[in-house]
C-alpha cells in the first residue's frame, strides 16, 4: 500500500493558485509531482511563500480569487511577509452556503463508510505534511516548533479518530410501553454547519470541530481566525486534496464582522459551531436565535484558570504545572493558568522557585532550537496584554517578575512572561481574561480558602491542584466549578477522545470532541413503528 505523501511541502504551484478559476489541475499537478518524488516532509518550500500571488478561497468545489487580501505577517519576525490572503466576500459567503445546503443532502447518506475512508484519508494526509504545516503555524502564530508540531500531529488523530467515530454511531432501539410497537432512537446530522474558530490553535480547533461534522454527514462551511491564515488554509487544501466531494467544505476567511456574521445570520445555515471570546460568543448566540430559522449553536469560550498549590505538593511538579499552564504557548491558551493559587506553608519556597524558573525561560523566534516562549500573536495581541500589565500596577499589583518588552535580533511581539503578586480577588488582571503569558499569585490560608478564590469566577473551563492529598484531590475535582480538574496537572494540555469544555461563561451548547461530539453534529429522531 502507497504511504501518504505531503503534497503541500512539494509544490507551491499548488499555493500561490496563480490563474483565478480553474486551480484544481494546479493540485492534481502537485498531488502527482509529489508522489513521484516519494515522501516529503521538506520545509524548505516555506522559504518561497509570499512571494506574489495570494492564496483563495475554497467556494463550491473551486478555489476563488478576490479584491481584497490581507497580509499575514510572522510575529518573531515582522520583516516575514508569509503571505497575502484572500478575504471572501458576501458572494463567496451566499455560494459557500448554497453549495453546503446542497450537498448535505447527498453527503448525509453516503455510507459511514465513505465517510470514514475520508476522515482517514486527511489523517494519513496531515500525518504526512506535519513537519511542513508545523512550520507554518509556528512562523504565522509564534507557537514553538515543539508545541506546533504536537499539534499538527493532535490535528491528524482527531481525524483519525472521527474516521472511527462516524462507523460507530448509532442510535438505541427502546422497548415502547405499547403492545406491538417499537421504539427507535435515530441520530441524523444536522445539515449545513457554519464553524467559526479562533487563531490560537488553527489546526486543532479546525480538527475537531471539521472532523465529526463530517463524520457525522454533515456539510461545512469554515470561517478560520483572519490573525492566522496560512495554517487553516494549509488544512483546507489537504481536506479538498483528499477527495472531500464538491460543496460538503467550503472555506471562506474573513473578519468576524463581514464574513462570519453573515455566516451565522445565513438563513440556509442549519448550526454554529464557535470557539472565541465571551463578547463575540454572546453576539454568535443572540443572532443564532433572533432570525428567521433558529439555528442549533454551540460556543466554547475564554477561560480565567485557577492552580491551587497545597502544603503537601510535590514542589516541582507545581512549578512544572505551574510554569507550562501559565506561560507555554505565551499564555495563549483558553485553558492557561493565569491564576495562581498557593497556600501559606509552601508560598514563599513556590514563588522563589518559579521566579526561579521564569528566569531561565528562553523568550525567542519560534523556529529557533532552545525558544521556551515565543512572541505574541500580533501588535494588537501585544497592546492589551501590556495594557493589562499596567491595569496591574494601576490596581496595586507587585510586578515580581518579567511584564517588560524585550527585542531580539529580528523585530517581533516579544515579551517577558509576567507574574503579578499582591493582587486582591476584585482586580481586574484577577477576574478578566488577558490571554498571553501573565499570571497573578495569589495567598490562601487552607485549602477551603483556596476552593473558593478558585471557584469565585464567571469563568469555568478547567481548573489545577497540586497535591499529595487523596481527601483533598477527591473534594476538588468534585466541588472545583470548571469542565475540566486536573490533579497534579497543567490546566492546559487535554486527550482528544474524551469531552472538552466548560462551564458558566466559559461555554454553551454540547461538549466538544470524543464520543460526546455526536451529541452536536447529529440531531435525534424517535421513531415509532408497528408491524
Ligand atoms: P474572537 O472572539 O475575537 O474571534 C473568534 C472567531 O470569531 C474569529 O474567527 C473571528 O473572526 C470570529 N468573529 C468575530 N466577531 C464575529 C461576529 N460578530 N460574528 C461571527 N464571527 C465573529 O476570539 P479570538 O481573539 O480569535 O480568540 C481568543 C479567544 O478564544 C479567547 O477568549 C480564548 O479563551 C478563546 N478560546 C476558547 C477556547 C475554548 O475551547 N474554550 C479555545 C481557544 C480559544
Known amino acids: 500500500m502507497n504511504q501518504p505523501t505531503c503534497a503541500l511541502s512539494k509544490s507551491n504551484s499548488l499555493s500561490f493558485n496563480p490563474d483565478t478559476n480553474d486551480t484544481k489541475s494546479g493540485q492534481t499537478t502537485a498531488r502527482e509531482d509529489a508522489s513521484k518524488s516519494g515522501p516529503n516532509n521538506d520545509v524548505s518550500a516555506l522559504q518561497f511563500w509570499g512571494v506574489g500571488m495570494a492564496f483563495q478561497n475554497y467556494v463550491g468545489g473551486q478555489w476563488v480569487s478576490s479584491d481584497e487580501v490581507l497580509e499575514n505577517i510572522n510575529p518573531s519576525d515582522t520583516s516575514d511577509v508569509i503571505g497575502n490572503f484572500c478575504l471572501a466576500d458576501q458572494r463567496d459567503v451566499d455560494r459557500a452556503v448554497e453549495a453546503a445546503k446542497t450537498a ?91 464553524i467559526i474558530t479562533p487563531w490560537n490553535f488553527p489546526l486543532a480547533i479546525p480538527a475537531w470541530k471539521i472532523a465529526p461534522a463530517l463524520a457525522f454527514g454533515n456539510s461545512v462551511v469554515f470561517k478560520p481566525s483572519e490573525v492566522v491564515p496560512g495554517s487553516s488554509y494549509e488544512l483546507a487544501r489537504i481536506i479538498v486534496e483528499c477527495g472531500v466531494p464538491e460543496g460538503v467544505f467550503n472555506y471562506v476567511l474573513g473578519t468576524g464582522p463581514t464574513v462570519g456574521q453573515s455566516l451565522v445570520q445565513h438563513e440556509a445555515i442549519d448550526a454554529v459551531t464557535f470557539t472565541g471570546s465571551v463578547a463575540t460568543g454572546r453576539a454568535i448566540a443572540s443572532s443564532c436565535i433572533s432570525g428567521a430559522t433558529m439555528k442549533t449553536f454551540q460556543l466554547e469560550m475564554g477561560g480565567k484558570n485557577p492552580f491551587i498549590v497545597l502544603d503537601d505538593a510535590d514542589l516541582d511538579v507545581a512549578v512544572d504545572c505551574a510554569v507550562n499552564g501559565a506561560f507555554f504557548s505565551t499564555g495563549q491558551r483558553c485553558t492557561a493558568s493565569s491564576r495562581l493559587i498557593v497556600q501559606d506553608g509552601i508560598y514563599e519556597r513556590f514563588a522563589n522557585a518559579l521566579v526561579a524558573r521564569m528566569d531561565g525561560l528562553r523568550v525567542d523566534h519560534a523556529l529557533k532550537d532552545g525558544t521556551d516562549i515565543g512572541p505574541v500573536v500580533s501588535q494588537q495581541q501585544l497592546d492589551k496584554v501590556m495594557k493589562y500589565v499596567k491595569i496591574g500596577q494601576d490596581e496595586g499589583g507587585t510586578l515580581s517578575q518579567g511584564g517588560t518588552l524585550v527585542r531580539r535580533e529580528k523585530d517581533g ?38 476552593l473558593t478564590l478558585a471557584n469565585e469566577t464567571d469563568f469555568g473551563l478547567s481548573a489545577g491542584i497540586a497535591t499529595r492529598s487523596l481527601k483533598h484531590a477527591t473534594h476538588f475535582r468534585r466541588n472545583s466549578q470548571a469542565g475540566m480538574v486536573m490533579v497534579n496537572l497543567p490546566t492546559a494540555g487535554v486527550d482528544y477522545h474524551v469531552p472538552f469544555g466548560g462551564q458558566k461563561l466559559s461555554s454553551f451548547g454540547a461538549r466538544e470532541q470524543g464520543t460526546y461530539a455526536a451529541d452536536f453534529y447529529t440531531k435525534v429522531k424517535t421513531a415509532y413503528v408497528t408491524a
Open 413 to 450: 511581539y516579544y515579551m517577558q512572561p509576567a507574574l503579578f503578586t499582591d493582587v486582591s480577588q476584585d482586580a481586574r488582571l484577577v477576574r478578566e481574561e488577558v490571554f498571553g503569558p501573565v499570571a497573578t499569585l495569589q495567598r490562601a490560608h487552607d485549602f477551603d480558602e483556596a
Open 104 to 194: 448535505s443532502r447527498q453527503w448525509s447518506r453516503v455510507t459511514p463508510q465513505v465517510r470514514s475512508d475520508l476522515l482517514r484519508k486527511i489523517g494519513d494526509e496531515i500525518l504526512a505534511c506535519h513537519e511542513h504545516m508545523a512550520h507554518m503555524l509556528a512562523r504565522e502564530e509564534g507557537k514553538t516548533l515543539v508545541e506546533a508540531r504536537m499539534e499538527a500531529l493532535r490535528a491528524a488523530q482527531i481525524f483519525h479518530f472521527f474516521s472511527g467515530e462516524a462507523i460507530r454511531l448509532g442510535g438505541e432501539a427502546i422497548d415502547s410501553v405499547r403492545p406491538h410497537v417499537e421504539v427507535g432512537v435515530l441520530r441524523e446530522a444536522l445539515g449545513a454547519v457554519a
